[in-house]
């Protein structure tokens, strides 16, 4: 219960108690008024009721139960701690007067555990270390890792935007050790939580249709967890329903998961980048997906020129997925760097047994992938938090190409002879 949690203190309440007495609860609301809590949240019932009220509603930062009705008090915490979401602090109180049982309930997760009839000194002091609990480390941990927000978006369908979205995700929860949010904006045909091996369930498809419900306990309750540090909101919305929304639902959810989550990966389909375009503009970097084929060069072009005109203060990285080995090439990276008028920031060659792999199995590459493989993935990684972390700096360059160099470019490629086009 008292692990720490993605999701950020203050967006729960701040205090509930269950109690069994009058005693207790006349002691209990003063001090929480002194702490600026709610007194209403002082409720009877003690453990039981908890456990049913926490079944169907989100947990507090700190919860206080009593234990005075309970015939096995370490069994029935336990009961709580399965309806108790991670990052509670939990104090308790009881009559029974016994060091085992404090023992154990402090190794299942109990804060602080206090003898009835306590003093309102001792309730002051066991909240005030709680607070400190609460605030110290977790305070400390967001001050370091200030919010990351990284846009993936393909130049074509096809191209494994989503694969290297899905991996960097990955990348920043386990290497990095950051809370992340994975949000795959391909309403019908999304693959974030596919690739995870996850059910995507109906969040985003919810947060959609309804923007106003939008807030921190949606967010809890929306993301499917994939691990102890990466969550994902997907959707499979069905093909016959079209998207009909102004964008405010996506605006929302970027700005609850800037305050829940440590970084937020976007999978941002380039036809929602055109329709919504003020998805990129709080994203501190942009990773440019592209293929080493003229279609991709052409389309490569046009969003570097589009992310110039619409979202200058984004970081673009432009990044060459499964570039396959032998010089076996549509465009050369030279050609394709030339007409960009950039250069390929990282290249990721082209394994069919590791993405074969990665699929069987419901992990990301970056995970199965091992070696030269693994290393561009550590390459974008720190390249966006890099980025990100730098403040004040120019933007990086989207490149210029675009009308008559676009046109230029493309003639020259197609005129050369076939033999030289790799």
């Known amino acids: 219960m008292n692990a720490p949690f993605q999701a950020r203190a203050g967006l729960r309440d701040p205090f509930t108690a269950f109690v069994c007495d009058d005693a207790t609860a006349d002691m209990l609301r003063p001090v929480a008024v002194e702490h600026g809590w709610s007194p209403e949240k002082v409720n009877k019932g003690g453990l039981r009721n908890a456990v049913q009220s926490l079944s169907v509603s989100a947990s507090p930062n700190i919860l206080f139960v009593d234990l005075s009705e309970s015939a096995d008090p370490l069994n029935d915490i336990n009961a709580l701690a399965e309806v108790c979401e991670p990052g509670t602090i939990v104090i308790a109180a009881g009559t029974v007067n016994d060091v085992r049982l404090y023992r154990d309930l402090v190794v299942s997760g109990i804060h602080d555990y206090l003898l ?96 106003s419900r939008i807030d921190g306990l949606f967010i809890e309750r929306a993301m499917v967890r994939a691990n102890e540090r990466l969550s994902v909101l997907s959707a499979e919305a069905p093909i016959h329903q079209p998207l009909v929304t102004d964008g405010t639902a996506f605006f929302q959810l970027q700005e ?27 994203a501190h970097v942009a990773a ?82 091992s070696g030269k493989l693994a290393a561009p993935f550590n390459t974008l990684s720190g390249m966006v938090l890099n980025h990100a972390s730098e403040e004040g700096s120019a933007p990086e360059a989207a490149g210029s190409a675009g009308g008559k160099s676009l046109v230029d470019n493309l003639k020259s490629m197609l005129a050369k002879p076939k033999g030289k086009a790799a």
């Open 116 to 211: 009835k009839p306590f003093t309102v000194d001792q309730l002051r002091d066991t909240f005030a270390h709680a607070q400190m609990t609460l605030s110290g480390p977790r305070g400390e941990a967001q001050a370091d890792k200030p919010h990351v927000m990284a846009a993936v978006i393909g130049v074509r369908g096809g191209v494994g935007a989503s694969t290297i979205a899905t991996s960097l995700a990955w990348m920043f929860g386990e290497k990095a050790r950051r809370s992340t949010a994975l949000l795959d904006l391909d309403v019908h045909f999304g693959t974030g939580a596919l690739a995870l091996d996850l059910e995507p369930g109906r969040g985003l498809t919810d947060a959609i249709e309804n923007p």
């Open 256 to 282: 609850e998961m800037r305050n829940t989550f440590e970084s937020t990966v976007l999978d941002l389909p380039r036809h929602m980048l055109i329709q919504y375009p003020h998805l990129v503009h709080d």
């Open 288 to 369: 440019v997906v592209a293929e080493l084929t003229l279609a991709g060069t052409r389309d490569t072009i046009r969003i570097l020129a589009w992310l110039k005109s619409n979202a200058p203060q984004t970081k673009v990285i432009v990044v060459a997925n499964a570039v396959p080995s032998g010089g076996a090439l549509e465009i050369s990276r030279k050609d394709f760097e030339q007409s960009i008028e950039r250069n390929v920031d990282v290249v990721f060659p082209f394994d069919a047994k590791v993405a074969a792999q990665a699929a069987k199995l419901g992990k990301p590459m970056a995970e199965v992938a």
